[in-house]
């Protein structure tokens, strides 16, 4: 029987275990911490089970879904149900954004007025008048660079980075565009123009489910999106699943039992590099050359009558030149049908993005208190909350800097060496939010491709 092995419990790893195990391969899975997940966590707030990590799955990339069916979880999933996608806080005021943007990118300039002011749009006329000069071949620049010079300053700080930057916690001036926007980069090299291209491409997508309603954007799960981390672990049932199991080193791994046929790696880049360290010192480098974000996140039951009145939004954006340790308030019990009580609101304050590691150093009080603090910056809530949980995330989003592209083909040539260093024939392959995409979706096919891969190699 063909052995494998998994570092790293996550969804990456353990989609990829999933494949192995059904196609027969002995399959042992470590895991560092006493839990499977890894970001994926659902636990208490109050007196019921909110998602901890991540609550919502992009639904135009098929994956999540496609798992979800083989698991048996297609009739649960679920999609948003509030009103306004998404509202913004500039100008100590909200406004509700723009209903024609893709990830932040306006495609109607007239949608604009009071998010940016007259001079802000004035200078997105630049994207669609002055040519483009497509980048050279394996070239990247940042998505900051390109949408400052295109569409300006304002709205590339007001709308681009809190949206783009916002799900990356990352900063706009540091994010690649080939790897964390490609979606930019096709549209400048289809039509010239970031409007132009992402206006086409909103038109693609404004395909429908055939009875007239817009195809979802979002799934979600009831029980938490840590259901298909139960489900993963019950389908590996006479699989070796080792939970506090730190794996130091890949020897260790070749050492600690039979001879592995496959490696796959599936922690963050950071742990990864250690793994290579003594082994393969240059691919450890380029391993610990990607840079993490880190998160803090507050998660409050609201009494209904704290609010004058409850949004019907899915969360607030707070861009990063308003200068608040707040990124975004997700309004839980507008966003998601199964949050909603009539006499609770359940929010979740986030902080914490690229370079903005000011939460981590506060004690969950403090914290609690400057994140409720600016929230009421926006909006009256006039009553403490009922229950509260603190999350913390330390290093937990990895940056795809530009080049980010680039230095994944290189990880990618050094895992053969790394295999080598294991013995002869063992294929190591690296997996997860660090190389193809940090979306659960994009997890769950990282993962799944990896198996493929050794399965057929
Ligand atoms: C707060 C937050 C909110 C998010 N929201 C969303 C969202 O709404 N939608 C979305 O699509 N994505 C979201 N994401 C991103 C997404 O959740 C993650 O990118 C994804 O879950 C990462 O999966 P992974 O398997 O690559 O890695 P991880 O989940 O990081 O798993 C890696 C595992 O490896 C283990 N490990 C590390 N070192 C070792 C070692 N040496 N030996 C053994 N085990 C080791 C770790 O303990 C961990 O369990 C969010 C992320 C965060 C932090």
């Known amino acids: 029987m063909a052995e494998a092995v998994v570092i790293g419990g996550g969804i990456a790893g353990l989609a990829a275990a999933y494949d192995l195990h059904r196609a027969g391969w002995s399959v042992t899975v470590h895991e560092k911490s006493g839990r499977w997940g890894g970001k994926i ?14 609550d919502s799955m992009l639904a135009r990339v098929d994956a999540a879904r496609v ?100 799900i990356n916690a990352s900063h706009i001036d540091h994010l690649s565009l080939t790897t964390a926007a490609p979606q930019l980069a096709n549209a400048l090299a289809a039509e010239g123009s970031l409007i132009k291209g992402l206006s086409s491409l909103r038109s693609r997508m404004g395909a429908t489910l055939g009875s007239g309603r817009p195809a979802p954007v979002f799934y979600g799960l009831p029980g938490g999106i840590a259901r298909i981390i139960e489900r993963l672990v019950e389908e590996l049932a006479g699989a070796d699943l080792r939970l506090n199991s730190h794996v130091r080193t890949l020897t260790q791994v070749a050492a600690d039992g039979p001879k592995p046929d496959a490696i796959i790696i599936a922690a963050p880049a950071f742990a990864a590099a250690e793994l290579v ?55 839980f019990s507008s966003k998601w049908a199964h949050y909603q009580r009539p006499d609770a609101v359940l929010l979740r304050l986030t902080s914490g993005r690229y370079r903005d590691d000011r939460g981590q150093s506060l004690t969950d009080d403090e914290l609690t208190e400057v994140l409720l603090g600016e929230l009421r910056s926006a909006l009256p809530v006039k009553s403490e909350p009922m229950a509260r949980r603190v999350q913390r995330w330390p290093s937990s989003l990895p940056q795809y800097q530009p080049g980010h592209g680039a230095r994944v083909q290189r990880i990618r040539a050094g895992a053969v060496e790394a295999g080598r260093g294991v013995g002869s024939g063992c294929r190591v392959e690296f997996v997860g939010a660090p190389y193809d995409g940090i979306g659960i979706p994009a997890c769950i096919s990282s993962g799944r491709r990896a198996a493929e891969a050794v399965m057929h190699s």
């Open 277 to 331: 360290a003594a082994a393969v010192p240059d691919l450890s480098a380029e391993l610990a050359a990607i840079e993490y974000a880190s998160v803090a996140q507050v998660t409050l039951e609201v009494p209904r009558h704290a609010f004058d009145e409850v949004l019907d939004t899915s969360g607030i954006l707070f861009p990063r030149v308003g200068g608040t340790l707040l990124t975004a308030c997700t309004w």
């Open 67 to 166: 798992l979800c069916e083989e698991l048996g979880l297609a009739d649960e999933l679920i999609h948003p149900v509030a009103k306004i996608p998404a509202l913004l806080f500039v100008d100590g005021s909200l406004h509700e954004l723009p209903a024609k943007t893709v990830l932040g990118v306006p495609t109607d300039l007239n949608e604009l007025s009071g998010v940016v002011s007259a001079a802000g749009l004035e200078a997105a006329n630049a994207d669609l008048v002055e040519p483009w000069h497509p980048l050279a071949d394996g070239h990247d620049v940042s998505v900051g660079k390109v949408c400052r010079e295109r569409l300006g300053d304002e709205i590339t700080e007001r709308l681009i980075d809190p949206l783009l930057g916002g």
């Open 41 to 54: 966590h659902t636990s208490q707030v109050g007196d019921r089970q909110v998602d901890a990590g991540p």
